[in-house]
Every structure is written in C-alpha cells, then in structure tokens.
C-alpha cells in the first residue's frame, strides 16, 4: 500500500526567510501533486511533478521530485504571510485511474 | 459551471438517519471522486467513477456507503444509517484525463450528532 509522509506537519516560518517542506512516498509512482489548502476551503491546486527531475516554480513557490529517492520538496523563497496555509502532497497510486494517495500536510504558518 | 460544486455545504444528521451528498463535476470532466477528509488528515480515496461506472470503489469504508452517477455527469453519495465517525469533509474531485491535476469542490462538512 503507499504511503505518503509529510514532514514537518507543522512549521512557523518568519516572514522573508527561506523554508522547505517535504513529502516521502514508499512504492514507484509516476505522478506527483502539491495542492494548497486555507482553513475551511477546498483543495488548490499547485504543481503537478511527472517526471525523474521535474522542478516547477510558481511565485514563492518551487517544486520538485526525486523518483528515485521517493521525495519531492516544496521550497518556499522569502517567506510572507499569504502563504499561510496546509500543504498537502498528494501521489498518484498507480491504477490507472489517477487515484490519489495525499499525506497529511504541512501546516505553515508566517509570522511577521 | 466554471468548477466542481457540492451541495450542501454543510449538513447536520442525527445518527441513525440517511444522507445524500451532491457533486456536479466540471462540464466535460469524465473522471470523478469521491475523497473523506477528517480533521487534520488528509483526503481519503472513496470512490472512482470513469463516465456512469464506478470503476473503483474500493475505499468505500462499509456498505452503509453508496454512490451513484446515472447520466456521468451529477453524482450522489450516499451514507445509510449514519454513524458518529462518518462526521468528516466529503470532498468530490473532477478530472479531464490524462496527466491533468483532480479539481476539487468545496466540499460537504458532515456532523452526525
């Protein structure tokens, strides 16, 4: 069965400063979602990883995945407080039906 | 509509009683899901439809679980006999195929009192 960890589940950052947040998985998978939560609301989507390599960038945001060492990383550049959210990894389990597999987040909060 | 919507938003059931929870996927999106979120985890795979068939249900938690999509577009779970522990966000999840993100709605917030 596959397995998604996330850690740290819980991370306060300060505002301008550098972080990354990352996301183990235990079997092969070709496919890798980073989506984005705010308390009470659904799940946006950040960054779909498809490859060995693959890096993405979006704002503040970047991206990337390992395929062989099972871990993708969401680094987060000059950290502000519109960042503030739950992270979640989420991995496609491989039957052919996008059927995803997600962890159980990385809560950031930015603090001035 | 311009994303996945659900219906109610919010729904409080005695236990014992029967609920419904409506999806109505992004227009042309033949691929839909169900997913249970419960408070600090993240979502759970329920159900998987490709068009009226659900092609996986396999993470349906019991039989007291059902779900349906008669025309491939709007679907229905449905929760029997609802118990304290299905209290949870239902969230349903729209996809277009191939290497393309799951959209996800709003989610429905279910408590069972």
């Known amino acids: 069965e596959l397995k998604v960890e996330q850690n740290p589940l819980f991370l306060s950052m300060q505002e301008g400063k550098n972080y990354t947040i990352y996301c183990n998985y235990s079997t092969t998978s070709d496919r890798l979602y980073w989506y984005r939560q705010d308390p009470g609301k659904s799940l946006e989507s950040l960054f779909v990883?498809?490859?060995?390599?693959a890096v993405k960038q979006e704002g503040r945001l970047m991206a990337s995945l390992d395929t062989k060492a099972r871990l993708s990383t969401l680094h987060i550049t000059a950290a502000v407080h519109d960042l503030s959210a739950t992270y979640f990894c989420?991995?496609?389990?491989?039957?052919?039906?996008?059927?995803?597999?997600f962890g159980k987040g990385n809560q950031v909060v930015v603090i001035p | 509509g311009a994303g996945v919507s659900q219906t109610p938003s919010n729904k409080v059931t005695e236990k014992g009683k029967y609920v419904e929870l409506r999806c109505d996927p992004i227009s042309g999106h033949t691929a839909l899901y169900w997913y249970r979120q419960s408070l600090g985890q993240g979502p759970e795979f329920l159900i998987y439809?490709?068009?009226?068939?659900?092609?996986?249900d396999s993470g349906l938690p019991n039989d007291r679980f059902f779900a349906v999509r008669p025309e491939g577009s709007v679907s229905t779970l449905k929760i029997q006999r609802t118990e304290r522990g299905d209290s949870a966000v239902y969230l349903c999840?729209?996809?277009?195929?191939?290497?393309?993100?799951?959209?996800f709605g709003q989610g429905t917030r279910l408590t069972v009192v």
């Open positions: 439809f490709q068009g009226t068939g659900a092609a996986d």
């Open positions: 989420a991995v496609d389990m491989g039957y052919g039906n996008n059927r995803l597999a």
């Open positions: 999840a729209s996809h277009a195929g191939g290497s393309s993100e799951a959209f």
């Open positions: 990883l498809l490859s060995n390599g």
